[in-house]
């Protein structure tokens, strides 16, 4: 944030990006491999998980817009690796 403000004085003219890790990338970074095992045995945790991973990533766009950054994006990549169909039991 120290880097971004520092940019945001010398180069008022210039657009700053603050990209923020969206909540699924974030979930698995913190629990690893085992959060696609979780997203069918323990739902309850992933919820209370996502929940926190949300609130972490507001927090960021609070830190970006306190620092000067003009477009702030989430980057989600893992949300790829998912379907939003529920998988049906056989």
Known sequence: MDATRRLRKLYPE???YGLITGPFTLALHLL???IFTKL???TKYVDALFV???RVAKKMVD???D???DVIAVVDPMTSQIDRQPLKRL
């Open 14 to 16: 210039l657009a700053l």
């Open 32 to 34: 690893g491999t085992d």
């Open 40 to 42: 069918f045995e323990d």
């Open 52 to 54: 926190f991973c949300t």
């Open 63 to 65: 830190y970006y817009i």
């Open 67 to 69: 620092s000067g950054c």
